[in-house]
């Protein structure tokens, strides 16, 4: 079982341009102030952006390496709220791949946090 699994992440899309995720907010989530901790947003992100590549690239011929995350929280999530993850690419040539993630609240649309996760397609040496 993986970490998507516990928080119950789902996917929504998964194209080579978008992947779409949501997630329920729950109690497990929060920081001591009440609200999504910036650890699970700047995850999801990650993870939306990392499985985007790593789904449409062929892995036999090349592994998607995390270079860096800058992750920028906006406003305030709340327990009972589910967020939506959405990334799509800034640049697709290359070795390296960024790739956009903005997050929001599906209770107001609002955007909560925006990200963007820089990687490299290293060669697999057989």
């Known amino acids: 079982m993986g970490l998507c699994d516990i928080l119950g992440v789902e996917v929504v ?12 907010v729950t109690k497990d989530v929060l920081q ?7 650890g699970v947003s700047a995850f999801l992100a990650e993870n939306a952006a990392s499985e985007c ?8 011929q090349v592994h998607a390496l995390g270079l860096e995350l800058i992750s920028t929280h906006i406003m305030p999530v709340f327990e009972g709220d589910t967020v939506e993850t959405v990334a799509t690419p800034l640049h697709k040539g290359g070795r390296i791949r960024v790739m956009k993630v903005e997050q929001f609240r599906l209770s107001d649309g609002a955007m909560f946090n925006a990200s963007q996760m820089t990687m490299y397609l290293k060669k697999v040496h057989k």
Do not use: A, F, S
Not at 53 to 60: E, L, P, V
């Open 13 to 24: 899309t998964n194209e080579e341009d978008r992947y779409v995720t949501h997630m329920k």
């Open 32 to 38: 001591p102030h009440g609200v999504l901790h910036g």
């Open 53 to 60: 590549i790593t789904d449409h690239t062929d892995i036999n």
